[in-house]
C-alpha cells in the first residue's frame, strides 16, 4: 500500500515568488493535514483538509492557503514568499471513520528553500 | 505561547537502559496524546498514544504515562536500542472544534550509544 506521497521533495525559490506543494493521501484516507517545520519549532500545524473543505486552521497568515480535490489531493500554496517561509512542509493522511485519535501518516515532507 | 513543551532537546542513553522522554502541557482540553518518532530526511511515525482517561499505554518496549493533574506525560522505552536514535515529538490533540489539529512539541533527539 502507497504512502503519502509529497511533491516536489526539494525546491529553492526566491522571496516574493509563490509556490504550490502537492500531496496525495493513502488510498481511502479523506483527511490531509499540513505541518509546517522548522528548526526549533517543531511541527506546527497549518490546516486540515476533508471531503473539499478545511476543518481547522492554525495560526498562519493569509499567504498559506490550502484546498483538496474531490480524489482526496491536496495542495498548499505560499504566496509572496519570505525567507522565514524555509521550512519542511508536511503532509499526513489519516484513516477514516470511528473518530481522529490523532494517528497521521506522514509523506516525507516538501524541502523548501527561501533565498 | 507553546501549549506542549519538550524542555530536553537532546537525550543520550546507553543501549539496554530505559530512556525517559518527558513532555510538558498546559492546555487541559487537550484529550488524546501521543509521540511521533522522526528519522532525517523521513516524515513523521506514529509511535503510540493515550487517551486522557487513562494513565498508561503499553506497547511492546514502549511505555507512555500520563499525570492529568501534573500536565505531564512520558515516553519509557526499555530496553533502547540503537534503531531507537531519533527525535521523538510529543503531541496532543484538541478536543471540540480543535480535535482535527495536533499541537506538537519541539522534539527531542535521542541518541542510544551501543
Known amino acids: 500500500k502507497a504512502g503519502v506521497t509529497q511533491t516536489p521533495r526539494y525546491l529553492i525559490k526566491t522571496r516574493g515568488q509563490q509556490v504550490t506543494l502537492s500531496c496525495s493521501p493513502i488510498?481511502?484516507?479523506?483527511?490531509v493535514s499540513w505541518y509546517q517545520q522548522t528548526p526549533g519549532q517543531g511541527l506546527q500545524f497549518l490546516f486540515e483538509?476533508?471531503?473539499?473543505?478545511?476543518?481547522n486552521k492554525g495560526n498562519f497568515p493569509g499567504r498559506f492557503s490550502g484546498r483538496q480535490f474531490s480524489n482526496s489531493r491536496s495542495e498548499m500554496n505560499v504566496s509572496t514568499l519570505e525567507l522565514g517561509d524555509s521550512a519542511l512542509y508536511l503532509c499526513?493522511?489519516?484513516?477514516?471513520?470511528?473518530?481522529?485519535?490523532?494517528?497521521?501518516?506522514f509523506g516525507e515532507g516538501s524541502r523548501l528553500t527561501v533565498l | 505561547d507553546q501549549q506542549v513543551k519538550q524542555n530536553s532537546p537532546s537525550l543520550s542513553v546507553q543501549e539496554g537502559r530505559i530512556s525517559i522522554l518527558n513532555c510538558d502541557y498546559t492546555?487541559?482540553?487537550?484529550?488524546?496524546f501521543l509521540w511521533y518518532k522522526k528519522y532525517p530526511a523521513e516524515g513523521p511515525t506514529f509511535l503510540i498514544s493515550?487517551?486522557?482517561?487513562?494513565d498508561k499505554n503499553e506497547d511492546g518496549r514502549f511505555t507512555v504515562f500520563l499525570n492529568k493533574s501534573a500536565k505531564h506525560l512520558s515516553l519509557h522505552i526499555v530496553p533502547s536500542q540503537p534503531g531507537d536514535s531519533a527525535v521523538y515529538f510529543c503531541?496532543?490533540?484538541?478536543?471540540?472544534?480543535?480535535?482535527?489539529?495536533?499541537?506538537f512539541g519541539k522534539g527531542t533527539l535521542l541518541t542510544v550509544n551501543p
Open positions: 503531541a496532543a490533540r484538541g478536543s471540540g472544534g480543535s480535535n482535527y489539529k495536533l499541537t
Open positions: 488510498s481511502g484516507h479523506r483527511s
Open positions: 483538509y476533508f471531503s473539499e473543505t478545511q476543518r
Open positions: 493515550i487517551s486522557s482517561i487513562k
Open positions: 499526513a493522511s489519516s484513516r477514516p471513520g470511528q473518530g481522529f485519535t490523532g494517528e497521521l501518516f
Open positions: 492546555n487541559s482540553m487537550f484529550d488524546y
